[in-house]
């Protein structure tokens, strides 16, 4: 039912993939990780495209739901709260202090949800690390896409 009620508020909404808007102080996003983002991200040493969106940030107690797609088909929902200090809470699993997700390997266009301090650069070493270990394990990563969201407005 929850489920049915934001996917109802998105479209009331008229959202388009890819794009975030404020509801009440809660955010409903549809990520479609199959496509690139509208900001591109060079990182020193990483020769594959990185693109990422930006996200508002999210105060104690507001929320980002953000519905996963892959080819326009629907995979999941993942729920994240603003809670003290700056954290982000991931209600979909526990409500979990929560540092990051991403699709798992193998994948040649691994996807990024994650909470970022201050700059989108500070993602570069977690990509660098994510990339290497892709091409020592599994294979190489043609894309990185990333929703990211600062921590404090």
């Keep these: 039912m929850r489920r049915r009620t ?4 998105a479209i009331a909404l008229g959202l388009v993939f890819n794009t975030a808007t404020a509801y009440a102080g809660n955010q409903v996003i549809k990520f479609d990780y199959s496509k690139s983002l509208s900001r591109t991200l060079s990182c020193p ?38 809670a003290s200090g700056g954290l982000i809470k991931n209600m979909s699993w526990g409500a979990r202090d ?11 266009r ?11 650069e500070e993602m570069c070493t977690q990509f660098k690390t994510d990339i290497q270990f892709a091409k020592s394990r599994y294979t190489a990563y043609k894309a990185l896409i990333a929703i990211l969201i600062p921590r404090t407005a």
């Design 110 to 120: 691994e996807w990024y949800i994650y909470p970022i301090k201050d700059a989108p």
């Design 98 to 108: 929560w540092y990051g997700t991403s699709s798992g390997n193998p994948t040649t």
């Design 45 to 82: 040493g990483v020769s594959i495209p990185i693109t990422y969106d930006l996200i508002k940030p999210l105060t104690s107690g507001n929320t980002v739901s953000i519905d996963l797609y892959n080819q326009g088909k629907f995979e999941q929902t993942i729920t994240l709260k603003g």
């Design 6 to 9: 934001l996917v109802g508020i």
